[in-house]
């Protein structure tokens, strides 16, 4: 028999594991994942409340320019994809209310900022995030020219729809999805605010 048939005839050798060393490096994984775990809740603990007052930031300002008022008081609300109410007051009258929504677009999630007045007419609208394709919804959601279209529309004939209808808002060519987005969210406000109210009645 030659050399290299004895050589392969041989069986391999049994391949033993140290359990010493197999916890101790499960050991030292488990505490890398956890200071790692620790760390990204120490940071998040700490730009969170920045994020959010950046936000509120950005609310606040939206809320003054789609209808500037003295003071905006809040109102309870359960109307869907409203995520907080308020009545415009200057000079000791209501001037009308103030929403904030939420809607879906092409990119995602929207946050907007609608006013309307008391008559039920939009007074502006404002984007306050949003993760719409660059150079393509973008040119609805971030050219205030565009949204200021909505000014002046309301339901008094029908829900505001896109491109078609008597009650139309004349969205950008290559961006229907965010046109319809905005759209829908300027339609919800208009409704929470008429059914506002028709509460206080």
């Known amino acids: 028999m030659s050399k290299e048939t004895s050589a392969?005839?041989?069986?391999?050798?049994?391949?033993e594991l140290d359990v010493q060393?197999?916890?101790?490096?499960?050991?030292t994984l488990l505490g890398i994942c956890a200071v790692v775990a620790l760390l990204l809740g120490a940071v998040n603990s700490v730009t969170k409340p920045i994020?959010?007052?950046?936000?509120?930031?950005?609310?606040a300002a939206a809320m003054s320019q789609v209808l500037p008022a003295d003071e905006y008081q809040k109102v309870e609300t359960s109307h869907a994809n409203v995520t907080a109410l308020y009545r415009a007051v200057?000079?000791?009258e209501q001037i009308g209310y103030v929403a904030e929504v939420t809607s879906s677009g092409f990119g995602g999630a929207l946050s907007m900022v609608?006013?309307?007045?008391?008559?039920?007419?939009?007074?502006?609208?404002?984007?306050?995030?949003?993760?719409?394709?660059?150079?393509i919804g973008t040119k609805v959601v971030n050219d205030q020219a565009v949204l200021d279209r909505f000014i002046g529309m309301s339901?008094?004939?029908g829900e505001?729809?896109?491109?078609?209808?008597?009650?139309?808002?004349?969205?950008?060519?290559?961006?229907t999805v965010s046109s319809k987005g905005v759209t829908a969210g300027v339609n919800t406000a208009l409704s929470a605010v008429a059914e506002q109210k028709?509460?206080?009645a």
Request: glycine share 14%; hydrophobic share 35%; no cysteine.
């Open 8 to 15: 392969a005839a041989q069986p391999k050798a049994k391949v």
């Open 160 to 175: 505001i729809t896109v491109n078609s209808g008597s009650n139309r808002f004349d969205g950008i060519s290559g961006a």
């Open 198 to 200: 028709g509460g206080e």
């Open 51 to 59: 994020i959010e007052e950046i936000q509120a930031e950005k609310t």
């Open 90 to 92: 200057s000079g000791g």
């Open 114 to 135: 609608v006013g309307v007045d008391m008559d039920g007419a939009v007074t502006g609208v404002s984007v306050t995030d949003n993760s719409e394709t660059a150079n």
């Open 155 to 157: 339901h008094e004939d």
């Open 21 to 27: 060393f197999t916890v101790k490096l499960t050991a």
